[in-house]
């Protein structure tokens, strides 16, 4: 029996030890960068943008067509028919034609949109490359946060878990006092209703660590439970600063496409203008199977065709004017979002500062509360202890004391918060720049 109830508490306490795990945030940071789904797909809108670029780039050179048919004509009578009515050709004879063309065609001249194409594609990537960097520091931002928030939510629990003790001996206490005629009965509801709010409150806290979890989770893509143990947040100190609007991630997404849009604009408009090309012609055809044969073979039965043409569209209905007009609203929107972008920069970097700032005054005023409740309780406690105070005041005291402990760890925790997103955005960014 002994036997059993000793490998059942081997069996608990393994199963424990495996459902807990300590997690760094260093660990979820690298997860995260390697299985983000949003940084994927933004990565993938680079190699999107990239084949763009090669799409533009083939403009630069001809293309080559290979072309066949094979007919058979039937004429009712010998009657003489014009060849052609319009475009279309007419039946002349009677028979079998075969016929392949090869063909090469290249524009020679298109007034640089070509070039402006290829402009467009080469900041549309710089453009998606500088966005890797922003989403990357808007999903570590996030990152932080919940961190944080579940490590102030582990505390809480723990704080609350001691302080509901506390009130539930309070309250047994103040029955008997008011048993006893010492303490009214309004007392007794009190710390019963205290005890509820505990309640409430663990249950508030717990549903919030919860949900923390669940992001941290998809986030990092690492799963998370109850039984996980963040670790401290802990980056080592950097002499980095940060850097300036203009040498940001943001400044050069908008940029970007600002550059694209304006060569996207001027390539809008050579399509005003005229594209003289370049063709190239030869053809293999026969009116049966055996012409058609021989003349694969003999290359000089037949002949070929060498042209320059020149194409220029007088109007279109209007559709070109209602695309320059387009790029040109697109043009201000790119301008629009470089101004978004500075004040959310500098939105950002107030904030960040203002927050430090802040959080190190909070964080100084909630140690100085802390040790003055601590000495309190302590003083209290002794003069219970010297038949100088009642047990109730003792217990008054030490859950005054936690809810101070409470409010320093989450002003300890904020804090470095701050100073943790000062040195990763910090390096993200240069390490942004230098690639």
Known sequence: MMKKAFLGVAVLSATLAFG??????????ESMEQSSPKLEQQRLQTKIAQQSLRTAEAAYLPSLALGATSEYSKKFNDTVTPSYVGSDSLTQTT??????????????????????GVKAAHQQIKGSKAAECVNLKEQLDSLLEAYTK?????????????????????????KRLNVAGELP?????????????????????????????????????IKLDTFSTLEPLHVKESSLTQVSFEESSRAKQAYAGIEQKEAQLQAEKTRYLPVFSLYG??????????????????????GYRVGLSFSWTLFDGFAREAAVETRLLELQ??????????????????????????????????????ASSHN???MIETLHENGQKDKLSSLKAQIQYYQTAIASNEAEELLSLSHTKEILFAQKEYECVAH
């Open 333 to 370: 929107q790119a301008k629009m979002a470089l101004v978004e972008a500075k004040r959310t920069y500098e939105k950002e970097q107030y904030l960040l500062q203002a927050q430090a700032r802040e959080r190190e005054h909070r964080l100084n005023s909630a140690k100085r509360s802390e």
């Open 150 to 174: 579940v490590r102030i939510a582990t505390a809480k629990l723990a704080y609350y878990q001691k302080m509901q003790q506390l009130y539930q001996e309070a309250y047994i206490m103040a």
């Open 95 to 116: 028979q079998y034609q075969n016929s392949s063309t090869i063909s090469l065609t290249y524009d020679l001249f298109r007034f640089g949109a070509t070039n402006l």
């Open 281 to 302: 012609k030869y053809d293999l055809y026969g009116s049966d199977e055996e012409q058609f044969r021989r003349s694969t073979q003999d290359i000089e039965r037949n």
């Open 376 to 378: 309190v309780s302590e």
């Open 185 to 221: 009965q309004t007392e007794v509801i009190n710390y019963a209703q205290y005890i509820a709010d505990q309640l409430v409150m663990i249950a508030q806290i717990h549903e919030e660590k919860e949900n923390m979890l669940a992001h941290l989770s998809y986030l990092s893509g």
């Open 20 to 29: 807990e795990q300590s997690v760094t945030f260093e660990r979820l940071l």
